[in-house]
């Protein structure tokens, strides 16, 4: 009986320190298990940043891929502006050399002309009387030509075709009115119409900072069936002229051309069009007043392609300007190019000339009267 009290209380001992143990084997057992919990929450996260990396590995291809080929463009660019570079280089070294060429002789032309300034004051006085005498004539000789046109207007209107636009000498000629700021290439313009080098241009005055037209100039040349006068007027906003000398030279300008302007072309660089620019020719068409529309063009210089022309009417330069629009709008979208570049083929220039006549000539068919005359 003893001997199995002892037996029991050893059981109950044994089964004490098994639950002990069993405790301890499920507090491990739970520590295990939130350990689990924990690296699964902590792969959960891992996978998440490796799939985020692997798309910024992906976009950062895709950029890298972008970049090389931008580099492998800006790369070919760089050559090409390399080659042009060189190449305006040597151009440059030529021009340089031209200009003090140019400048040595303008320098001994000063020179020699300085004896010859005397007898030029006296020669003008000379040329002042006789001009009174000659604009005698021609105010006798406008009467009568006046009074030819009068009569021809009793008649039925001529029918006018590209090279004779009628029996009258007015309107046989064609006269043509340049308006445009220093730089635009306004006398260049009218050389080229006219064929010949007639109106000094900048080109020929590169250290010079006015306008190389002081006043309004006609030159005449016979061209393409027609007899052609040119009249350039100068840069009337260059040079800070007062009010009383540019309506002194608006006045020139109706006199020169007499009895009217088949064409007053406004002339104008592309990338030099500023709201000055716009200015002066809203002046001129303020002046001349109701119907110049009718005789009105915008010419383009420095582009010689009509491809070119229509895209730079449709790019932005133009929808930034609105009073560019207007001005071409008041025009009724007669819109011309001509590039008067010494590097350009004669017979190209006279392309363009013949371009430019021809359409002055088309414009002025549509019309009562060929040619534009004040109210």
């Known amino acids: 009986m003893k001997n199995l009290e002892t037996d029991q209380q050893n059981l109950q001992t044994k089964y004490t320190n098994i639950e002990k143990e069993k405790k301890n084997v499920e507090a491990v057992l739970q520590k295990a298990r939130d350990q689990i919990k924990t690296f699964e929450k902590e792969k959960k996260e891992f996978q998440e940043k490796y799939t985020e990396m692997e798309k910024q590995k992906m976009k950062i291809d895709t950029d890298l891929t972008t970049t090389r080929d931008q580099v492998k463009k800006f790369e070919k660019e760089k050559e090409e502006l390399q080659r042009k570079y060189y190449g305006m280089k040597k151009e440059n070294k030529s021009l340089a050399t031209d200009l003090k060429i140019t400048r ?118 016979n061209r393409f069936g027609r007899t052609i006068h040119i009249v350039d007027t ?79 009417l449709e790019s932005d330069d133009i929808k930034k300007n609105p009073k560019l629009q207007q001005l071409i709008k008041r025009c009724q979208g007669k819109v011309l190019i001509i590039d008067n570049n010494k590097y350009i083929p004669q017979n190209e220039k006279q392309t363009m000339a013949r371009r430019i006549i021809n359409k002055i000539g088309e414009e002025n068919s549509k019309r009562t009267k060929s040619y534009f005359t004040m109210k």
């Open 234 to 312: 100068p840069g009337f906003f260059d040079n800070s002229h007062d009010d009383s000398f540019v309506y002194s030279e608006l006045r020139k300008c109706i006199d020169l051309t007499f009895p009217g302007f088949n064409a007053i072309c406004f002339v104008m660089k592309p990338d030099r069009i500023t709201q000055e620019v716009n200015g002066t020719f809203d002046m001129f068409l303020s002046f001349f007043g109701e119907g110049v529309d009718d005789f009105a063009f915008v010419v383009l210089t420095y582009m010689g392609n009509e491809d070119v022309k229509n895209k730079y």
């Open 104 to 221: 040595d002789k303008m320098s001994e032309l000063e020179k020699s002309s300085e004896g010859l300034v005397a007898k030029c004051n006296d020669f003008e006085n000379e040329n002042k009387t006789l001009h009174k005498g000659l604009n005698a004539a021609t105010n006798t000789d406008r009467v009568l030509d006046m009074r030819s046109i009068q009569l021809d207007s009793e008649k039925p209107h001529p029918i006018i075709v590209q090279t004779e636009v009628g029996n009258s000498r007015y309107e046989r000629d064609l006269r043509i009115l340049l308006v445009g700021h220093c730089g635009h290439g306004k006398s260049a313009t009218g050389n080229t119409l006219l064929g010949q080098e007639a109106f000094p241009t900048r080109r020929a005055w590169l250290w010079m900072r006015q306008s190389v037209t002081q006043s309004t100039q006609i030159k005449v040349a």
